[in-house]
């Protein structure tokens, strides 16, 4: 069933390097279906439990877009904007996005130094670094978190822990199983604060 359902999502998803995504193209696809509303203009959300996608990992990008587009992740203020786009729409958004200098949210709290060393010595046992990279920049499909929305980055880890979220596998959901709230807070502190 998983194999299905995995080659079913592969065979959905843009090929890599098959499409010569245009950064401009979906600079102009962003502004028409208002991606800086939510996002930000620059791709960095200025808006709680909203995600920035400045400097993020293309291949998550068009993944995210793709299980939007064909129902497969449930968020409903993506509905209307990944409704009926396109391959090339997906990997041009995608490439705008990646293309956006990374940046923390202006909003981003001061550094709290025992959330941080706790989260810090979660992060080692948890291998947050071996998807994420050692600076937690992301690779391919696994995303950039390092200076992510603290408050965003918690509500995906309660998510994942609660068995609410999935991704593309089930890998996050076993990660954080068992942390506790205050764990996961400094967890999120930690990485936003990286």
Do not use: W
């Amino acid at each position: 069933m998983m194999l299905a359902g995995g080659l079913a999502l592969a065979l959905a998803l843009p090929a890599s390097g098959t499409l010569a995504a245009d950064a401009a193209r979906g600079a102009a696809l962003a502004e028409e279906r208002n991606c800086g509303a939510c996002h930000g203009a620059r791709g960095v959300s200025a808006i709680e439990n909203i995600p920035s996608l400045a400097g993020q990992q293309p291949e998550f990008i068009a993944l995210q877009l793709v299980l939007f587009r064909e129902g497969l992740r449930d968020v409903p203020p993506m509905e209307a904007p990944s409704s009926g786009l396109t391959d090339e729409q997906v990997e041009d958004l995608a490439a705008h996005f990646a293309s956006l200098p990374h940046a923390p949210p202006e909003d981003r709290a001061p550094r709290n130094a025992e959330a941080f060393a706790r989260g810090e010595a979660l992060a080692g046992p948890l291998r947050c670094g071996i998807c994420h990279r050692a600076d937690l920049s992301g690779q391919n499909q696994v995303p950039h978190i390092a200076a992510q929305r603290e408050d965003f980055l918690a509500e995906s880890l309660r998510a994942y822990r609660d068995d609410k979220r999935r991704g593309s596998d089930t890998q996050m959901n076993g990660v954080v199983q068992g942390l506790s709230d205050a764990d996961i807070a400094a967890l999120a502190h930690y990485v936003a604060q990286r």
